[in-house]
Structures are given as C-alpha cells and as structure tokens.
C-alpha cells in the first residue's frame, strides 16, 4: 500500500501492478525458452516397410523406444533393462494402456527380442512395432 502525498490523507487503494507484471512477463520468457528443451528424446532412424498404419493419436499408449547404442526410453523418460519390468507393469499394464516398441533400424536384433522377452515377461501381450513408410521417409529429408 503506498501513502498520498496529495491532499486526502489515508492510504490509497490502489495496488500498483507494474512489478507484478514484470516479474510474470519474465517467468513466461524463462517458460518459452525452457519448455522446448525439456522435451527430449532419442534420435531413431526407423526400419521402412510399405504397410504401415497411423500410430493412434489417443494418449491411451506408451512407447518404448531403442536407439542406435541400445539406450531405452519410455515415452520421455530413460529406462534401463532392469528397471523396465516394473515401469511396465505399473504403467502400461495396470493402466490398461497399449504398448508400442519403436527400434533403430541399426539396433542389433538380440537387443530388439532381449527388450521384447522383457516386454512378454512383464505380462503385456499385445505390442506394436513401429516402422517408417520409404515415401514418408524420403520426404522428411
């Protein structure tokens, strides 16, 4: 509250809102600028194949993702093959949720069934694997 100076005396009831605002036009620029940064993921160069379905635009599923080196990520967080048993029981199977496994195509097979054996055995039976359509593909580069 600030004091008049003028000629009523009392306080006055204004509030005066210009810091208020500086300090929220500043957290929205911190917001704009780190948001982008706080999406990360791994870098997937998919398998191509002609049949290739939509992935489902719902948030009803998951997606596992393997990348060149054998890193796993679940949606957009890292996993590791120890630990993805009981992230997909209490995520993906409790839940109800579909599961999908998106691999680099340079991904070496045994890491491909070693994640899908992880996959079985945590009880989830349906799983998609994601691929690349080759028109899609050579229009993204």
Known sequence: MAISLGNKKGFVAEINVTPFVDVMLVLL????????????????E???TETVSALPSDKDHLILTIDKNGKMMLDDYAVTAQDLPGHLERLVKKQNKQLFLR??????????????????GAGINNLGVLAENPETATAKK
């Open 46 to 48: 998919l398998p191509q």
């Open 29 to 44: 620029i911190i917001f704009m600028v780190t948001a982008p940064l706080m999406t990360q993921g791994l870098d997937v």
């Open 103 to 120: 691999a680099d195509k340079h991904v070496a097979y045994g890491n491909v069934v070693k994640a899908m054996g992880i996959i079985k």
